[in-house]
């Protein structure tokens, strides 16, 4: 299956663009701790989806979605974060 044919990779893909593009506006407003966390975790989840596609067993593709879904929780918590935080540009 080709990439282009995932819907969930396609989906990760598109959140990734949107999260960096979030985290660059972060960093203009000089919040780089946070744009630099919600960076590696918002990112991280469509590059261990990707991952999962070459898995080496069942277990192994089980592995890197669970890492994905830790990543998921991480992204949220960042973004909760800005939203209730004053101080930081909501990410709607």
């Known amino acids: 299956m080709e990439a282009k044919d995932n819907v969930i990779i396609k989906l990760t893909f598109k959140f990734a ?3 960096v593009e979030y985290c660059e506006s972060l960093q203009e407003g000089k919040k780089f701790i946070i744009a630099n966390q ?6 991280s989840i469509g ?4 991952e999962a596609q070459n898995a080496e067993s069942k277990s ?3 592995h890197k979605f669970k ?3 830790k990543e998921i929780e991480e992204t949220i918590y960042w973004l909760q974060l800005c939203k209730y ?5 909501n990410a709607d």
């Open 85 to 89: 935080s004053q101080n930081y540009p």
């Open 17 to 19: 663009l949107d999260v």
């Open 67 to 69: 890492i994905a879904a």
């Open 47 to 50: 590059a261990n989806i990707r």
């Open 60 to 62: 192994d593709f089980i």
């Open 38 to 43: 919600l960076l590696k975790s918002g990112t």
